[in-house]
């Protein structure tokens, strides 16, 4: 009975608005309610009329600048307000309607109706109820109508009396700032962020913080990832969304034993609670047996147009026969691939679907998105997966999966290690062809380092030794470091803990630069600055710090300031920074300042060393 009049109900409110909208006098409602308001409400002709006055006092009318005309409700026995000339309480006084009518109905239904000018001149007027906002801006959202979405739920949070936000904001705020991502407004994202930080109400506040924690887990941003996941614990200590969260973190700082720890206490903490429904907990229970995996199966779940290829890709992926040899000569003193009319056919078949050229020009790069045609070529690798016998196939599939998932160390293992085993086959007959560089523009040589940059890059967060030991397979090939690994094989050995051995790479590296200004070693100095002091080697860190200091200036102080301004350019942008920069220094504060704070007194030192 009760869903049968929220149909009436909405039926007849959306005829009643456009009857008003035509004059916006009560009237013409009137005469309408009487009309055809019956035909509305299974032919009651008496609720329709008693209905109508109440829709009328709530409607919100753009001659009276959005405000509404509210009639007085008549005594027993004065005359009723439908015009019907009978008293109140034989009139309209006598009917019970079949349900509850929301206050907020008629604002709601006009949100939906308005565009436009008159959409934003109602929200400007500050008139608009919160719950109205609220479900206007989520059905927009729920309809594709973006723009729409974002202008209404902006306005839901544009104000100074948080205290009038319905409890139901939790999911708006999250759409908003998904708006706001997608739509690429990241300054009002963060100006909302902080906003609700400063002055929210607090279920809010935990929201905020959770996302924060998130956008500085996209960053790479470890050490202020972890710092905001902690004000969210203090904020929202019983929230079970904290509990995926923390894994996610602690697998992006490598600490995968105690994310299955630290799963396992949530699942304790929050079943005694005993308010969580059989999905949240069956959640929590695959977390607390696997987080990497639980995670994984979420993401792909969550893909609704791709989550069916994407599993389909990562079963071929398990089941994937070792490829066949490719053609490699040692040529010049140089080792040179060149790709086979079966490969090119392969590639050729591939290219149909995926349709998206490599840039060329980049290390790392596609001249578009590759994505937009996942739909075409996801399917179609799986049903041909001959193709991979094709390094420029792989090479295509590494990019792209990489663009996707290369930040997210759950889906290494499943999607890029088995890509990366694959290449390292070839790379191994590479080797063994005889002596000589890799070089990238030799032949077809490209495919090969291509492919392996994108995947030593993607597996760098979960699956780092297999990163790298493909980074040092790469090196082997490339003496010269062409693709820039060193770095990154030096970050991950101090994160292993293997200090001796990134001692002698970053000496290796240091020594045989060429001495000019404008290339790109802070990584360098600054990782034989912590292997040093790692190593008790006091005096020879401090002499490392001087030569650090000298190629950048600003990298000691962001490293030991706690909230320092970030720099404008985000360290997972692929954009290139250029030596010596407060850029620089960000990006290299941001990739590996959690290994400086996780050093006992190592951030203590380099700020006393720098004041010496």
Not at 395 to 410: D, K
Request: net charge negative; with cysteine.
């Amino acid at each position: 009975m009760l869903a049968v009049w929220v149909d009436q109900l909405l039926g007849f409110a959306s005829g009643a608005l456009a009857a008003i909208r035509q004059d916006e006098r009560y009237p013409t409602l009137m005469r309408w309610a009487r009309e055809e308001g019956p035909g509305r409400v299974g032919g009651d002709k008496t609720l329709a009329q008693a209905l109508a006055p109440e829709l009328w006092s709530q409607t919100p009318l753009e001659r009276l600048g959005f405000a509404c005309e509210q009639l007085a409700r008549p005594g027993r026995n004065e005359p009723c307000w439908c015009d019907s000339g009978r008293k109140m309480k034989q009139c309209c006084g006598a009917v019970n309607l079949p349900g509850h009518l929301p206050p907020h109905l008629m604002w709601m239904l006009s949100l939906r109706e308005w565009k436009g000018s008159t959409l934003k001149a109602a929200l400007a007027s500050g008139r608009a109820p919160a719950q109205a906002l609220l479900e206007a801006g989520l059905i927009a959202a729920e309809s594709g109508q973006r723009g729409r979405a974002q202008q209404i739920l902006e306005s839901l949070f544009d104000n100074s009396d948080w205290d009038r936000l319905p409890e139901q904001a939790e999911p708006a705020f999250e759409i908003l700032l998904d708006l706001f991502q997608e739509r690429g407004f990241y300054r009002k994202r963060e100006a909302l962020l902080d906003e609700v930080l400063e002055r929210g109400p607090m279920f809010l506040r935990g929201v905020a913080l959770e996302r924060l924690c998130l956008m500085h887990l996209d960053n790479d941003d470890l050490d202020s990832a972890r710092s905001a996941f902690v004000r969210a614990q203090q904020a929202l200590p019983d929230s079970p969304t904290l509990a995926y969260v923390e894994a996610m973190l602690l697998l992006h700082e490598g600490n995968e034993e105690e994310a299955v720890e630290r799963s396992r206490f949530w699942l304790r903490r929050l079943t005694r609670r005993g308010d969580l429904d059989p999905d949240q907990l069956q959640f929590l229970a695959d977390l607390a047996d696997n987080p990497g995996a639980t995670l994984a199966d979420q993401l792909l779940s969550a893909e609704e147009d791709l989550g069916d290829a994407l599993v389909g890709l990562q079963t071929l992926l398990a089941e994937l026969t070792p490829p066949p040899p490719i053609k490699v000569k040692q040529q010049d003193g140089e080792l040179v691939y060149r790709s086979t009319a079966r490969e090119d056919t392969f590639f050729a078949e591939f290219q149909e679907g995926f349709e998206i050229e490599i840039d060329p020009d980049a290390t790392m790069g596609f001249l578009g998105d590759p994505w937009v045609n996942a739909g075409q070529w996801l399917p179609a690798l799986c049903s041909n997966p001959e193709q991979l016998d094709s390094p420029a196939v792989l090479q295509s599939v590494a990019l792209a999966l990489t663009s996707r998932f290369g930040s997210l160390p759950w889906m290494a293992p499943s999607l890029l290690e088995p890509l990366a085993e694959r290449l390292e086959r070839w790379l191994i007959q590479v080797r063994q062809a005889g002596d000589g560089p890799l070089s990238w523009d030799r032949a077809d040589n490209v495919q090969l380092l291509r492919a392996g940059l994108a995947l030593v890059v993607g597996m760098e967060r979960g699956s780092r030794q297999h990163s790298r030991e493909l980074a040092e397979l790469l090196l082997s090939l490339d003496s010269g470091d062409s693709l820039g690994l060193r770095e990154l094989v030096l970050d991950q050995l101090l994160r292993e803990g293997r200090n001796d051995e990134a001692l002698e790479m970053s000496q290796q590296a240091l020594a045989s630069a060429t001495g000019d200004e404008e290339t790109p070693l802070l990584g360098m100095y600054m990782g034989q600055v912590l292997a040093l002091y790692r190593l008790g080697k006091l005096d020879e860190a401090a002499s490392a710090l001087e030569r650090a200091r000298r190629h950048n200036g600003h990298a000691i102080m962001l490293l030991c300031a706690d909230n320092p301004r970030p720099a404008s350019v985000a360290p997972n942008t692929g954009a290139e920074v250029d030596p010596g920069t407060r850029a620089e220094a960000w990006q290299y504060r941001t990739l590996m300042r959690d290994q400086w704070r996780n050093t006992p007194g190592a951030l203590d030192w380099l700020s006393s060393a720098s004041r010496n």
